[in-house]
């Protein structure tokens, strides 16, 4: 079956410009050609859609997501036995949002390839999945890494089963090892079938706030070479300029969040090192209004960190690395959403300003690289051919070209002239195949609405009710 899209300006990622009243031929998933309509030989079965005045990009893919982010102790326990139907869920959510390519960088492996190889095999439909499993040299979601308060409140058999489901092999135990055991263990891992090696350069935070080291230089260049030898791409999890330096000099493919290294802005040295090193660099900004939101409810401290995140974005931009669009993007569900933990971070902004939210997070970083300076073609870029190139599947993705899999989103405005364009999403094609965006998601769970209120709330009174003080304590009126 044959496809032809018609009378839309095509932006194809690779020229700086978008060329208007062209046609693009799709067969068998792939693009044949791009060109005027009369130019184009187009079989008797071909299904003709009229896109004029339209524009059509490349599908968009995210560097970073987790398609398995709520790892709350309820949601776990909830749907035990039932990880796929939340990484499926996600997966939709953000093929409906045109993201038609993401890369889970840390999540349970298993289960991630499962829903990764029913969507290969068009037994369900979703963004295509690429996927690292854990981050190597990290513990589990019920640990100092991730959420420490767990053990102890859930049974020692759930806790240890759920960060054996993440970790695996490939844990803390690593970092008591030589570079060469190391080594053994991500060659190991790599056998499982993941897509990328991810690893951390530092710490998660639950000690220092990730400032310190994961692994010595020489463990990250073992790590990093294993991967090559796989054939496969190696990516880092930094949080300090030592950090993000050793990582970029270990030989990794991209580095993420390299923005983010605590109160210290990256150094000329380090910025320099990018473009000659080909080392990508995935970036989390928030816009002008969102950090202004955000630094009315965290500390001076936190607020040094976004300070010099917002220098690095520029700074990085400015010498030339090659920017990737990434976001942490997951689902929350909607319960965790109004927890206050969650509410007085970045995680808590409001919808149209929150960078990690899975649907509409890329739509902010967009708008936020925009304001910092992005030229228009390179905000595109970053979306897909960029992603494309550092993930090396830019054989087949990352620009519309004949031969490449045919991975399209319409739009009704041109993103061009902004970035608030990309939200104009009119229709979203992937592998030749029109998507049925009103069925997404398919299974609604965390994005399903919260249950109606019990009739028993209305009438449930608190002992202590928020915000106000008990009578008798000074100050109470």
Known sequence: MSLLLTGATVIDGVTDDGVDGLAILVRDGRIVAIGRPDELDVPEDTEVVDVSGKF???GLMNANVHLL???????????????????AEAAQVALKSGMTTVFDTWGPRRAL?????RIDRGELVGSRIRCAGNIIGFDGPFSPDFDGRIPGVGTGHFVDRVNATWVENTGRHLMWLTPEGVGDEVRDYL?????????????????SAGAFLQFSERAQRVIVEEAHRAGVTAQAHTGTVEGLRIAVEAGCDLVQHANMTGPTEIPQETLEQFAPKGCAATVFPLTDHGRDILKKSITDFEWTI???????CRNLVDAGAKILLANDGGIFAREVMQEPMIAATWNGLPEDEALNRLA?????????????????????????????????????????????????????ANPLQGAKNYQSIHAVIKGGVMVDLDALPEQPLLTAELPAALEEEARYKRPLHHGERLPGCPGHH
């Open 191 to 207: 056998g499982r079938g993941i897509d990328f090696v991810k690893y951390g350069s530092n710490e998660h935070g639950g000690t």
């Open 113 to 117: 390839q499962a829903v990764r190889d």
């Open 69 to 87: 982010i709520n790892i709350f102790l309820e949601t776990l326990v909830r749907y035990d036995g039932r990880y796929e139907d939340l990484i």
């Open 360 to 412: 509409t997070g890329h739509f902010v970083w967009l708008r936020a690289m925009e304001e910092k300076g992005m030229a228009p073609i390179e905000l595109l870029r970053a979306a897909t051919r960029n992603i494309a190139e550092a993930y090396q599947v830019d054989d087949d993705l990352g620009t519309l070209e004949a031969g490449k899999i045919a991975d399209m989103v319409v739009l009704d």
């Open 306 to 312: 976004w300070a010099a995140s917002d220098t690095n």
């Open 56 to 58: 059509i990009i490349p």
